[in-house]
DNA sequence: AGGTGTTTGAAACTTACGTTTTAATTTGAC
DNA sequence: GTCAAATTAAAACGTAAGTTTCAAACACCT
């Protein structure tokens, strides 16, 4: 057929990908995925056995790099001379984040949204396949930012890491909570630079702010 | 029957607004509903009409209430003298969620969740209807903010208004990026009071800190 | 008590879903 | 070119969904 088309298993998960994150798992059918693939409605069963395991498939597929990217960035910091500051471990998880909202081969800002609403619908896939696999994520950012900011207590730090992964997930989602209520939401919401120009900031003063008495 | 229990469209509302934030609206059947709430499956029909609607009827039950305490709230600290404080007008959203989230006759938290969920999955619920519906909520936010906060640019305070009120329905929501990645997640996570304890300092500080140049 | 409007009950209807099956087609190695 | 394996195509299967129907039960008013 033609030649860049790409080949059944990658059209099955790039459509996948772009219809679970506008309509969520459920109300995505095969037929759907299939129709728009171009793609026979069997071929999800075919090469993926199930719409469960074809979900796993569309999750992992990005997961992975992504988490490896923070990671190899958290090398690179730690080989500095100076333990890790607080902007630079925010930076370590921003820059590949943001490296993936930019690049439309490896699905741009599609899969960090897929990643929130499935955070927030909170899927089996997240709370048994995907935490163990990726512990060694959290081990290492609790132990770097305990470096970073030792001034602050175990259950401060906790929450503030917290706080401020949600506020990172949720900025590079694009999620508009003002948007329901505002008719003029912001343009530029998703404008990935844009992002980051507020959001670290945000972000680091929330985390570096000192304790309250 | 029994005294005390409540009405066929109230326990139906009770048992969708957790069934619902339990396993999104699709996931959710009437027979589930109808099943737990203990009333025949024609009932959601008869009295919503429809499965669209019984989801609009739960969300609209708890959405007003909680933005007319927000309002009235914002009545209060505008009827001081001097002008509002960023700490002020962030306790006028925090106090109702808090409350909502305390009161277990209202939902408890589950409201809150369910209103983070619907976000993430862009209703056309809250695009259509909710959106003019209380558009009056963001417009006295966004003036007071201007007040509160006039050394910042209209960009910057959008973004941080954007980015606080994100952060803070995801920490009522009980919204755990980081569970997925730690065994050991934070236990007082939905918590109401370590919430606000930690949460305030932190969307204060984003909100106001500095201006980088 | 009788009668009217409202609510509930039980069943059926239509549709769409995920999955399976079987045959046709394509691919790749010898 | 041939044959076996892998892939695609088309159709059907069983199930569960939202909705509708209609009769029975209930509530309320005079």
């Known amino acids: 057929m033609e030649a860049n088309r790409p080949d059944t298993v ?29 793609v026979n409605l069997a071929a999800v069963n075919y090469h993926f056995g199930s719409k469960d395991a074809l979900f796993e498939a569309v999750f992992t597929r990005r997961l992975g790099p992504l988490i490896e990217a923070c990671l190899a960035e958290l090398d690179v910091l730690e080989g500095n001379k100076e333990g890790p500051t607080a902007e630079g471990l925010v930076m370590t998880f921003i820059r590949p984040c943001l490296s993936l909202s930019k690049d439309p081969a490896r699905g741009g800002a599609l899969f960090v949204r897929l990643l929130s609403r499935t955070l927030v619908e909170n899927h089996r896939l997240l709370r048994e396949s995907l935490s163990q696999q990726y512990s060694e994520f959290a081990q290492r950012y609790s132990v770097a930012f305990r470096q970073a900011l030792p001034e602050l207590s175990l259950e401060t730090l906790s929450w503030r890491m917290h706080l401020a992964f949600g506020v990172m997930f949720n900025a590079f989602a694009g999620n508009d909570v003002l948007k329901i209520f505002m008719r003029s939401q912001i343009v530029s919401a998703r404008d990935p630079e844009m992002i980051v120009k507020h959001l670290v900031p945000f972000v680091l003063a929330g985390l570096t702010s000192p304790v309250q008495e």
Not at 23 to 37: K, N, V
């Open 10 to 38: 990658t059209r099955i998960l790039d459509v996948s990908e772009r219809l679970f994150v506008e309509h969520g798992f459920e109300a995505t059918s095969l037929r759907m995925i299939t129709q728009q693939a171009e």
